[in-house]
């Protein structure tokens, strides 16, 4: 767990406010006994996980592609080739939507902005927790490697089974 404690509170405060305003076809099914905390994800979401990330073709046609993604001070990082077809959509099209869903058990919903991260602290720390778990920097993985970071405007956390799942995973937030 890398977030600060106003890392936390916005993520709850975002976690909250989306919560309220969902569906109520949403909400039936994501009640309160299976909500999470944003301390509660935090604790779950370490490591790579793999997110499909949802982005728009100029012609308004959805595309949807599994990237790598990790989960570090309260919002997601990933990355993908500058030639991709994904980060095209993202220079002219920011807006997506991300899902980590691990099976039944857990799944976290977000919608938000694709912020590519440029030069400077912020992404030479991603860079280092990247580097960290694959052995290499993302960015030696090709000539124009591009790292995001998705500033989360909504975003739901579910866990079917949510106190069975943190005693599993030895979550006690």
Sequence with gaps: MLETPDETSALQALLDASHSRA??????IIDDDRTLTAEQLAALLTGMKVLSVAT????G????SALDG??????????TSGTSAKARH????PAVSV??????????????????????????????HWT?????SPFSWGDDIRMYRLRMTWAVAYAFKRDELLRA???TT
């Design 23 to 28: 569906t109520g076809h949403l909400r039936s």
């Design 56 to 59: 728009v073709t100029a012609s």
């Design 70 to 79: 990790h989960f570090l001070h309260g919002t997601w990082t990933f990355g």
């Design 169 to 171: 995973r030895g979550v």
């Design 90 to 93: 993202l220079e002219r099209r």
């Design 132 to 136: 960290a778990h694959y052995g290499s």
């Design 61 to 64: 046609e959805p595309r949807i």
């Design 99 to 128: 899902a980590h869903i691990d099976g039944e058990e857990l799944a976290l919903f977000t919608h938000g902005y694709a912020e590519l991260l440029e030069p400077g602290p912020r992404r030479d720390a991603v860079d280092a």
